[in-house]
DNA sequence: CGGGACTTTGATCCTTATCAACTTATGTGG
DNA sequence: CCACATAAGTTGATAAGGATCAAAGTCCCG
């Protein structure tokens, strides 16, 4: 712990976990100082919903711990992930009129809520902010990409072989996960198998179904309902290659 | 036209055809002038590829007049459309070492290309244009976004209804449609039915077999291959909502 | 006018959804 | 601490939607 509690209290942001991966990393002192002034942390129970999809786009957020899902639905209820928001990751839509998407927490998690306008206005002001936000968006807008490869194009099996290890590989990047040698890894899974099944177009019995063959083929364990160990990568990684 | 030739020649930018809605359009005389000598024009055959997938990103561009496609592929080739860019849509991967997709022309296409490493050193320099590619970039993320929700939950009724909907609302935006009435609307489409196919996940035959039930149902009329005309779009709308 | 690509249509198969029952965890109060 | 209630997950049987395989039809271009 580099801040000491009475500065940390003053300016949260200096105390901040994520501040030096979130888009407020390249921002110097004063910067901070005045963002700090804008933004309010806020402690989301799991379930808790932050935004409402077609609501008016009044908040965007940090997240700072925890994990939450972007989520949309057809007309008849079927629900669909789009994107799950890890510590560091920015929600919600700045510069824009309507919120596209809803965000619920699955987790307990602390987000870091500024008003879209007091946000759009100090980011228009400071380009390396902007700058951040454009790489954030433009990876994430890549990331997105590969996933409509695996809901158009990809059978159940290489779906959830493709879930697992990218889930594995975004735990392990945010020290969430459990390295245990090269070729195998444990986790817990921040979803259920509803959730699961909503992130890959999948119903939650096919999920389950995939889950028990690789569980089978010795490709994977699952000792509790939530915990994976990845005992063959190379076997997982073979079933989409 | 309110630029004269000589001028349009010394300085192509300022006669350009979507000098208004690229991402240049904030740009002041000062600043288009040194875009201009940093872009070079270039004209690409239907079938033509600009960007190869995993390649080295050197190159981004913008549109001009054409259209083109974004794809990838699984390991076993099946390919999925993951965007398609129209006149004024920004293409490839700027501050990114790897171009994340292919990128080939479906018709016969006009681009205006810069080194990426030149752009992106000018789009730093340039907030506003930074600002402009950061509202694109989110609005793409939220379009690629609702794709996801079709390839994930939609059968393949509602797939093509929704792409027939999409396809004629880019079109008549980009003034390429021809509007005829409130509630119908003519246009040609830019893709065969195997690149639809490759836009909804889907194989061809669904997608022939969708379309010949819409036409049965008086929804819409083919009169050529390529010429949809929406006949009834409050009932084309029905199979979504 | 003929050849090739693209598209449509038909028959069948296969994967995944759906419906239903059962099992395993989770948690609560007696 | 255990019995019971509830939620979450698994397994099984069946059905349906779309894929696949095959063939015929249509359009386009030289």
């Given at each position: 712990?580099?801040?000491?509690?009475?500065?940390?209290?003053?300016?949260?942001?200096?105390?901040?976990?994520?501040?030096?991966?979130?888009?407020?990393?390249?921002?110097?002192?004063?910067?901070?100082?005045?963002?700090?002034?804008?933004?309010?942390?806020?402690?989301?129970?799991?379930?808790?919903?932050?935004?409402?999809?077609?609501?008016?786009?009044?908040?965007?957020?940090?997240?700072?711990?925890?994990?939450?899902?972007?989520?949309?639905?057809?007309?008849?209820?079927?629900?669909?992930?789009?994107?799950?928001?890890?510590?560091?990751?920015?929600?919600?839509?700045?510069?824009?009129?309507?919120?596209?998407?809803?965000?619920?927490?699955?987790?307990?998690?602390?987000?870091?809520?500024?008003?879209?306008?007091?946000?759009?206005?100090?980011?228009?002001?400071?380009?390396?902010l902007e700058h951040k936000l454009l790489e954030r968006t433009l990876a994430e807008l890549d990331r997105t990409r590969r996933w409509m490869l695996m809901l158009g194009r990809m059978n159940a099996e290489q779906r959830v072989a493709n879930f697992l290890l990218e889930t594995a590989d975004r735990l392990a990047r945010d020290?969430?996960?459990?390295?245990?040698?090269?070729?195998?890894?444990?986790?817990?899974?921040?979803?259920?198998?509803?959730?699961?099944?909503?992130?890959?177009?999948?119903?939650?019995?096919?999920?389950?179904?995939?889950?028990?063959?690789?569980?089978?083929?010795?490709?994977?364990?699952?000792?509790?309902?939530?915990?994976?160990?990845?005992?063959?990568?190379?076997?997982?990684?073979?079933?989409?290659?």
């Amino acid at each position: 712990m580099d801040a000491p509690a009475p500065i940390a209290a003053a300016n949260p942001c200096s105390a901040c976990a994520i501040r030096n991966r979130a888009i407020c990393a390249d921002l110097d002192e004063n910067e901070i100082a005045i963002l700090n002034t804008l933004g309010r942390q806020r402690l989301l129970q799991p379930g808790e919903q932050l935004l409402w999809e077609g609501e008016e786009a009044v908040l965007v957020a940090n997240v700072i711990a925890g994990v939450l899902k972007l989520f949309t639905q057809t007309s008849d209820g079927k629900e669909q992930i789009l994107g799950l928001a890890y510590p560091s990751d920015f929600i919600g839509r700045p510069f824009g009129e309507t919120t596209p998407y809803g965000v619920e927490a699955l987790s307990e998690a602390h987000v870091c809520v500024f008003r879209r306008s007091d946000f759009d206005r100090f980011a228009r002001e400071h380009p390396r902010l902007e700058h951040k936000l454009l790489e954030r968006t433009l990876a994430e807008l890549d990331r997105t990409r590969r996933w409509m490869l695996m809901l158009g194009r990809m059978n159940a099996e290489q779906r959830v072989a493709n879930f697992l290890l990218e889930t594995a590989d975004r735990l392990a990047r945010d020290g969430c996960g459990t390295a245990v040698g090269v070729q195998s890894a444990a986790f817990t899974l921040p979803l259920s198998r509803q959730q699961v099944a909503d992130v890959l177009g999948l119903t939650i019995e096919t999920v389950s179904r995939q889950l028990t063959r690789l569980k089978a083929g010795g490709i994977i364990a699952l000792p509790a309902r939530r915990e994976v160990i990845i005992s063959d990568r190379a076997r997982l990684e073979n079933l989409i290659a």
